[in-house]
Each structure stands twice: as C-alpha cells, then as structure tokens.
C-alpha cells in the first residue's frame, strides 16, 4: 500500500527530495446541472464555445530512470485515451477537450516553471491537470497565483493552497497538513498514545505545523508531552542536524520519552530515524510523510537492515493499490484503457520487473490519467456552461461530497476552504516482512475521514 496517488509520490517527489505522486469516461458522471447559466459574452481563456484547452503534464520518468526502479509506460498515450473517449461521448456539457501535452524533469524547478509559462502565456489553456512536482511550490504557484489559471495536481501543500485564489489549485488527493491532523485524529479516537509521553521531531519549514496541529492535538488527548526538537538542515550537509539530534536524544532519555511524531520530509530520512531507533528501540514513531517513510523503510529492507529502522512506523493511508485497481470506477477505466489499445492492463498485485529490473506500472497511469480527467469533469460540468474561474470556484465551494466518483478513494468531498479531496484514511504501519519490499499494514479500516463542512 503507498500513498493516494502515491506512486507519484514515492517516486518523483522522494527522488526530488534526496537531490536537493457505462463506458468510459462518457457515462455515469451526468450531464451537468439543471439550468446551467447562459453562454459568457467573453470566454475565459482556453475556452470557446465547442472547446476546452487542458494542459496535461507528466514527469519525464527518463530523467530519473537512475533514481527509480519502474516507470509509468507512454503517458501521454495514456491521458489520450482518456481524453478521445471524453470526447467521444460528447465532451464536457457539449464543449471537446483540446489537451496540450507536456513532461518535465523533476530535478530542480527549472523545466516546471518553464512548463508553467508556456501552458499559461504560450498554449493559454483554461486548466492545467496532471503530476506536477516542484518542492519549493514556485511552478504550482506559477500556474494558480501568478497566472490565475486552474491546477489540479497530486503533490500540494495547504500553504500553497492559501496563497492561491481560492478553489484554483486542487488535488484529488489529501495535503500533507491535513494528512497530519488526520493522524492524530486517529491515534485520539483509538487512545493509541494513552500512557505514553510524546515528542516532536521537525524541521525549520515545518515547525509552524507542530504549533498549529500537533501540539493542540497532544493537549487535546492529555498526552504528555516532552521538548519538542527542531532540527536545523541546510543543503545536503546533515552533520549539523545529527549533531543537534544527538543533543536532543539525551535530553529525551532523561525526560521519558516512549514515541516521536516526525514532522516533515527530511526528517524522516533514514539517518535521522535511525538514530531515534537506535537510542529508543521500543519507541513508537509516528511519521506524516507516509511516501518517504515507505521509501526509507524499503530502501532498508533492500540494503537488510535488521532490525528495519521503520518496523512499526505509523502514519495514515488509505487503500491499497490493488484495492483501488478493484473498486468499480477504476475497473471502468482499465476496461477504457483496454478496449483502446488492445493492451491488457496488470493488477498492481501482479506486476514484475522487466530484463532490465524494472516494473512497468501501466496501472499507476491509467489510473492518474482516468481519474485526473474524471476530476476535471465532475467540476467543469458542475460550473456549467458559462465555464470561466468564477463558476468553476462557485462550483468547487459547492460541490459537497463527491463519494464514488473519485478514483483514489471511496469517500470523496470539496467545499469552500476544503480543495484536497480524498476522505478515504486508516491508520497503518510499515512492516518490513510484508510482500518482496515491505509494506504498510492497515492498523485500524479507512473511513471517511472529512470532517465538518
């Protein structure tokens, strides 16, 4: 089990990380709601009266073929699938999707922002929809703040979200914040730290996190709390930052402490949680990047470390790969995909590595390329026919649960201030025994796990 959209997540943007995720698509979504608002006198840009143009963007997999261990396959071959057979079963309210392809190497932001410009200044599309990682979130905000035009991508931080206009930048998935509060949500409904005494790890670019949700979140649960750490990490240089961890690991021995709750994507790097494992073996280690905490924990069964540093590290997901790949609405994609191309699509259970020791994931881009276009759909037809930022925003502030139509999750939902839409969470633990490469092993079931609205 990995990430929603995960795939995405433990490849690219852990590899970025390290450097410094009925028929087809024609049927059962609706036509649009009930009296759609008149044709706009002046369509927004990328739309005319028989049109849509959609900005579709992929990571180039060739870029960082050293780095990973699989690809997606043709992607591009993917989305067009997807994109011929929204078309062919009358488009969206009447209007063909126009897509624009474009990848970029992930490696620094250099080819994002470039992408940014030319979908937004040279192709001028309405949308732009895909896989699009810039850890900085310069490219993201390229797109939504700077250029005011709608995003819908996987990898996306709530403090992007705020800084755009509102409902223009979107993720089918769940932000790393929210997943966070999502987690101690959890761990408080089950009393799983009842008795223990907790401390935070973090980084400089998290601590506002630890402020703002998890230490409202220990008092919350009368949880003892001991001093919480944050770690100062520049570049690749992590001497300083061990140094400094050693410091607090003394402190944490006197002070009790039987668990950590690791904020952040450096800090769950394999130095630092074994170093928290060696001078706490018993310790329970909470993590709210669960990508790069699966990646850390199989890169240790790979190397046969023993014991695995990550054994029992907790964080939240929600279904499985092969669970999704089996759920109704991924099955009506895969039978799209299939019927296309005349290419049988393997269950992600059944996937394995080439001649040259890769895995070809066609899975994972069948079920980007379905749901993101899905998404897309859902929205734009809601906004009706005058389709233009302000009914699209009045169409996302309203739209309200959206179970079952969501391809990463079972329970779905967006609302006014909500732009993350995956509700679908359990509570998991890494398990270094389970499958070739260890996995996630589900703690509690998912639910739904939205909130109030």
């Known amino acids: 089990m ?18 410094m995720g009925l028929v087809g698509l024609g049927v059962g979504v609706g036509s649009g709601p009930a009296g759609a608002a008149a044709q706009p006198a002046q ?9 849509i143009k959609l900005g579709l963007v992929q990571p180039d997999y060739d870029c960082i073929k050293d780095f990973v261990d699989f690809n ?6 993917t989305y067009k699938v997807f994109v011929d057979d929204l078309n062919a079963h009358g488009g969206i309210l009447g209007r063909k999707v126009e897509p624009v392809y474009r990848d970029f190497c992930p490696i620094g932001n250099a080819q994002a922002l470039a992408a940014c410009t030319s979908f937004t200044e040279d ?16 490219a993201q905000l390229c797109i939504a703040k700077n250029h005011q035009t709608v995003e819908i991508i996987h990898n996306v931080s709530q403090s992007w979200i705020d800084q755009a206009p509102k409902g223009l930048l979107l993720t089918p998935n769940i932000t790393t914040d929210r ?7 959890l761990l408080g409904q089950k009393k799983m730290l009842k008795g223990k005494k907790v401390a935070v790890l973090t980084q400089q670019d998290s601590k506002d996190r630890v402020d703002d949700v998890v230490t409202p979140a220990l008092k919350k649960m009368k949880v003892k709390q001991g001093t919480a750490a944050v770690l100062t990490i520049t570049g690749t240089d992590t001497s300083a930052a061990q140094s400094q961890l050693e410091s607090f690991i003394e402190k944490w021995k006197s002070e009790g ?9 450096v800090v769950v790097a394999k130095n630092y949680v074994t170093m928290l494992k060696d001078a706490f073996p018993k310790a329970t280690l909470i993590a709210d990047q669960s990508p790069v905490a699966l990646s850390g924990g199989q890169d240790a069964v790979a190397a046969k470390l023993d014991p695995n540093p990550y054994q029992g590290l907790i964080s939240a997901e929600g279904q499985s790969e092969q669970a999704r790949f089996e759920t109704p609405v991924m099955q009506q994609c895969v039978k799209t995909y299939e019927q296309a191309t005349g290419t049988k699509v393997v269950a992600p259970k059944d996937v394995k590595p080439g001649p040259d020791g890769k895995r070809v994931e066609v899975y994972a881009s069948v079920e980007d390329a379905c749901g993101d276009i899905l998404f897309f759909k859902t929205i734009a037809e809601k906004a009706g026919k005058q389709l233009d930022n302000t009914t699209w925003t009045k169409a996302v502030d309203t739209m309200g649960p959206i179970d079952d139509q969501l391809v990463l999750g079972k329970w779905a939902s967006l609302h006014t201030g909500k732009y993350d839409a995956n509700d679908t969470f359990g509570l998991v633990s890494f398990d270094s025994a389970r499958g070739i490469t260890g996995d996630w092993k589900a703690l509690t079931p998912v639910e739904d796990v939205a909130g109030p609205s």
């Open 72 to 77: 997606r396959g043709d992607q591009e071959k």
């Open 2 to 19: 990995r990430t929603p959209g995960g795939r995405w997540g433990r490849s690219v943007a852990v590899v970025v990380a390290t450097l």
């Open 123 to 138: 192709d001028k599309v309405f949308a732009v929809v895909g896989v699009f990682i810039d850890q900085s979130g310069d």
């Open 257 to 265: 402490i039987d668990a950590f709750v690791l904020v952040g994507q």
């Open 179 to 185: 997943r966070l509060s999502v987690i101690l949500d």
């Open 43 to 51: 369509p927004a840009q990328g739309v005319t009266d028989s049109t």
